[in-house]
């Protein structure tokens, strides 16, 4: 069982639920967001992803004090949607920094002592890299950005002990579509969305597989019927 993880965007969503089931197995948690995550136990550092120096002193954070961590999460993530002919620059810009800047720079910062620690990379995608969604192009190129950093971080790492996983939640009744467009996840609960626990507990189980085995890439839909 691992002893210790970094998540970013531990503060709700995904990431609250998978730093819960850390700290149920006496896992230590640190988050990096722009809110605490109000879980006891979990250590915050207080990080904008969209901000080079933010991420610069959060990753010097983890190197100075919470350096033996076992696996990075990078689950931190922003939601987008617009049709086509709405799309505004800076959108683009504030998606790309958090989904598909923040998780390359925070692991290059921490590479070094991801390979001497022997710990895993875990990025967060999203299901939308299957097929697309209406509306979510935006969105969308972020996380096929993301899923491309996965497949060059693990050629990368193939001949050490590092796995990297790319893991695709599909729709899951949390707070990220709240800040878009005001829906609410309990809502999202009633039109049979995951329930964020329940997919933590899974990516849970992939980080705690034997270092023999390795998920290189999942995606998780939901069955409605
Ligand atoms: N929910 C879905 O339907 C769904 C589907 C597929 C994939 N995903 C992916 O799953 C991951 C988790 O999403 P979620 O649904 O759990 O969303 P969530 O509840 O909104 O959580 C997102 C987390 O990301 C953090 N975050 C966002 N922008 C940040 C920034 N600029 N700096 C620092 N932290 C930032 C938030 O922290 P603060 O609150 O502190 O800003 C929050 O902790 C994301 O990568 C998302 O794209 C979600």
Same mark, same amino acid.
């Given at each position: 069982m691992i002893k210790s993880i970094v998540i970013t965007g531990a503060s709700s969503g995904l990431g609250k639920e998978l730093a819960k089931i850390a700290l149920k197995n006496k896992c230590k948690v640190v988050n990096v967001a722009?809110? #605490?995550?109000?879980? #006891?136990g979990v250590v915050n550092i207080l990080c904008d992803l969209t901000d080079e120096k933010q991420i610069d002193k959060a990753a010097n954070e983890i190197i100075k004090k919470y350096s033996k961590f076992d696996v990075l999460v990078n689950n931190a993530g922003v939601a987008s949607e617009q049709t086509q002919n709405a799309i505004k620059y800076k959108e683009i810009e504030r998606v790309m920094r958090v989904n598909a800047f923040a998780p390359i720079y925070l692991t290059s910062k921490l590479l070094d002592l991801i390979k001497a620690n022997e710990a895993d990379i875990v990025n967060v995608g999203s299901t939308v890299i299957l097929g697309g969604y209406s509306e979510m192009s935006v969105y969308g190129a972020s996380k096929w950005a993301n899923r491309g950093v996965s497949i060059h971080q693990r050629l990368e790492l193939i001949n050490t002990k590092c796995r990297v996983v790319h893991f695709n939640p599909s729709a899951?009744?949390?707070d990220i579509w709240d800040r878009v467009n005001g829906t609410k996840a309990e809502d999202l609960r009633k039109q049979k969305w995951a329930d964020p626990a329940n997919i933590a507990a899974f990516l849970w189980d992939i980080i705690n597989l034997p270092k023999s085995l390795e998920v290189v890439e999942v995606n998780v839909k939901i069955k409605k019927n």
């Open positions: 722009n809110e #605490k995550c109000d879980l #006891k899951m009744a949390t």
